[in-house]
């Protein structure tokens, strides 16, 4: 524990601080008590040294001064912490949070909230000024990505697999946790099936007891590689059951089920969101998508890698427009399946030029074999966000890649080198 030296008189008196003091902060204890001719001294831990004795009402006077200060200054800090997220380097800005009362205040469970798409949804339920519980076991997500809100008493982090029972009291269940990646997913199939399924069915348990509504994030791969384009909610999917993406696209349609079956048979109120393809900062360098490759190859001018000939398409999401699609989907009426996408259409070979021009990279694009099962064409209906939600994208694709390789410049200068991940299963690397 640190100690202060009080000097008054020429006589010396050690008293314990309150709560260790922050460098800063002896200055101000200083100038509010320097009306009592209080010195604040520096700090020691030399507790042997036997000070000779002040009168009682001095010292009583004395301290209770000094207290007051320092309680004064923590009183404060702790309320400037409570409004507001503190910068990190991964999220080097602050973030104001609202103020709820009680009755308006929820408390909203986020599973796989330290991820990437879960530590944005996070970001907006805080700034929200609801209380969040984020559930997280740290296989792809990271705890960087969700520092910020650490010392924020709405917040709470609970290192925790969701294959695993938990007991909770919470008003609202947003449930993100599974790896999203190819080569993550395929790292450990039958554990990315179980997440998919005894996940689902522990977070539906809970949502059953607490009486909680449960969103789901599907996914746009339970549409397979589609013969139905672009992609509307009504179309059942082409799905290979036995390839190498099928733990994650089974996984995800049989999670599906579950929601429906629990809302039918028990009454749970649920809400399905199908995601599309999803970039912005926080982004696992290492996760093998074509965003985050493109970005880390053309910024290190290392050959940008087309898996096929690139003429398969894809349509991309900055990831504010996804969180506003799932808070719109959760607080709506709607509860059947919705699309959140931008149909903005690009062929991969298309976007690869399209990165390396925004990067002004050296690098040269080369094509290896195509990825068993790689969809052809990806493009998503939203007619039905639209009417039954309010939702479509607004962030322009530039606009976002733009942040998303200043992100990703942040991260090179850190690690010094990436090499990135492959289309083969891989364990994530921190």
Same mark, same amino acid.
């Given at each position: 524990?640190?100690?202060?030296?009080?000097?008054?008189?020429?006589?010396?008196?050690?008293?314990?601080?309150?709560?260790?003091?922050?460098?800063?902060?002896?200055?101000?204890?200083?100038?509010?008590?320097?009306?009592?001719?209080?010195?604040?001294?520096?700090?020691?831990?030399?507790?042997?040294?036997?000070?000779?004795?002040?009168?009682?009402?001095?010292?009583?006077?004395?301290?209770?001064?000094?207290?007051?200060?320092?309680?004064?200054?923590?009183?404060?800090?702790?309320?400037?912490?409570?409004?507001?997220?503190?910068?990190?380097?991964?999220?080097?800005?602050?973030?104001?949070?609202?103020?709820?009362?009680?009755?308006?205040?929820?408390?909203?469970?986020?599973?796989?909230?330290?991820?990437?798409?879960?530590?944005?949804?996070?970001?907006?339920?805080?700034?929200?000024?609801?209380?969040?519980?984020?559930?997280?076991?740290?296989?792809?997500?990271?705890?960087?990505?969700?520092?910020?809100?650490?010392?924020?008493?709405?917040?709470?982090?609970?290192?925790?697999?969701?294959?695993?029972?938990?007991?909770?009291?919470?008003?609202?269940?947003?449930?993100?946790?599974?790896?999203?990646?190819?080569?993550?997913?395929?790292?450990?199939?039958?554990?990315?099936?179980?997440?998919?399924?005894?996940?689902?069915?522990?977070?539906?348990?809970?949502?059953?007891?607490?009486?909680?509504?449960?969103?789901?994030?599907?996914?746009?791969?339970?549409?397979?590689?589609?013969?139905?384009?672009?992609?509307?909610?009504?179309?059942?999917?082409?799905?290979?059951?036995?390839? %190498?993406? !099928?733990?994650? &696209?089974?996984?995800? +349609?049989?999670? #599906?089920?579950?929601?429906?079956?629990? *809302?039918?048979?028990?009454?749970?109120?649920?809400?399905?969101?199908?995601?599309?393809?999803?970039?912005?900062?926080?982004?696992?360098?290492?996760?093998?998508?074509?965003?985050?490759?493109?970005?880390?190859?053309?910024?290190?001018?290392?050959?940008?890698?087309?898996?096929?000939?690139?003429?398969?398409?894809?349509?991309?999401?900055?990831?504010?427009?996804?969180?506003?699609?799932?808070?719109?989907?959760?607080?709506?009426?709607?509860?059947?399946?919705?699309?959140?996408?931008?149909?903005?259409?690009?062929?991969?070979?298309?976007?690869?030029?399209?990165?390396?021009?925004?990067?002004?990279?050296?690098?040269?694009?080369?094509?290896? %074999?195509? !990825?068993?099962? &790689?969809?052809?064409? +990806?493009?998503? #209906?939203?007619?039905?966000?639209?009417? *039954?939600?309010?939702?479509?994208?607004?962030?322009?694709?530039?606009?976002?890649?733009?942040?998303?390789?200043?992100?990703?410049?942040?991260?090179?200068?850190?690690?010094?080198?990436?090499?990135?991940?492959?289309?083969?299963?891989?364990?994530?690397?921190?």
């Amino acid at each position: 524990m640190l100690v202060l030296e009080v000097e008054m008189d020429g006589l010396m008196q050690s008293m314990p601080d309150l709560d260790r003091l922050q460098k800063q902060s002896y200055a101000d204890f200083t100038n509010k008590a320097a009306d009592s001719d209080v010195k604040y001294l520096r700090p020691h831990s030399d507790l042997n040294t036997v000070p000779r004795t002040l009168e009682s009402d001095e010292t009583s006077n004395l301290i209770g001064k000094a207290s007051s200060a320092v309680e004064q200054r923590l009183m404060e800090n702790h309320g400037v912490l409570s409004r507001q997220s503190l910068p990190t380097r991964t999220t080097p800005y602050i973030m104001k949070t609202n103020f709820l009362p009680d009755h308006q205040r929820l408390k909203i469970l986020v599973t796989g909230g330290a991820g990437f798409v879960g530590s944005h949804l996070v970001d907006k339920l805080m700034m929200e000024g609801h209380e969040v519980i984020v559930v997280d076991n740290f296989f792809t997500g990271q705890k960087r990505n969700i520092a910020h809100w650490l010392h924020h008493p709405n917040f709470s982090l609970v290192v925790h697999d969701v294959t695993e029972h938990i007991q909770l009291e919470v008003d609202q269940i947003y449930h993100l946790a599974c790896p999203a990646s190819p080569p993550h997913y395929q790292y450990n199939p039958v554990k990315t099936i179980k997440t998919s399924t005894m996940g689902t069915l522990n977070m539906l348990g809970l949502a059953k007891r607490v009486r909680a509504r449960m969103l789901l994030t599907s996914t746009s791969e339970i549409y397979g590689d589609p013969t139905v384009h672009p992609q509307p909610e009504s179309y059942w999917g082409n799905v290979n059951t036995i390839g %190498p993406r !099928s733990c994650y &696209d089974e996984g995800k +349609r049989v999670a #599906e089920t579950m929601m429906y079956s629990y *809302k039918n048979q028990n009454g749970v109120e649920i809400r399905v969101a199908r995601i599309f393809n999803t970039f912005g900062p926080r982004m696992h360098p290492n996760d093998g998508r074509v965003v985050s490759n493109f970005i880390i190859q053309s910024l290190q001018n290392k050959d940008l890698t087309i898996y096929g000939e690139g003429k398969q398409t894809r349509s991309f999401q900055y990831v504010s427009d996804l969180v506003e699609g799932l808070y719109k989907l959760m607080n709506s009426d709607y509860d059947l399946p919705v699309n959140l996408g931008n149909p903005e259409e690009y062929t991969v070979k298309s976007f690869a030029e399209y990165i390396h021009k925004l990067t002004d990279s050296k690098s040269k694009i080369i094509y290896l %074999p195509k !990825s068993q099962d &790689d969809p052809s064409q +990806r493009r998503p #209906e939203i007619t039905t966000a639209k009417e *039954k939600i309010g939702w479509e994208p607004v962030v322009k694709v530039e606009q976002g890649l733009k942040k998303t390789i200043e992100y990703f410049k942040v991260v090179l200068k850190d690690a010094g080198e990436i090499i990135p991940t492959g289309p083969g299963a891989a364990k994530p690397e921190a």
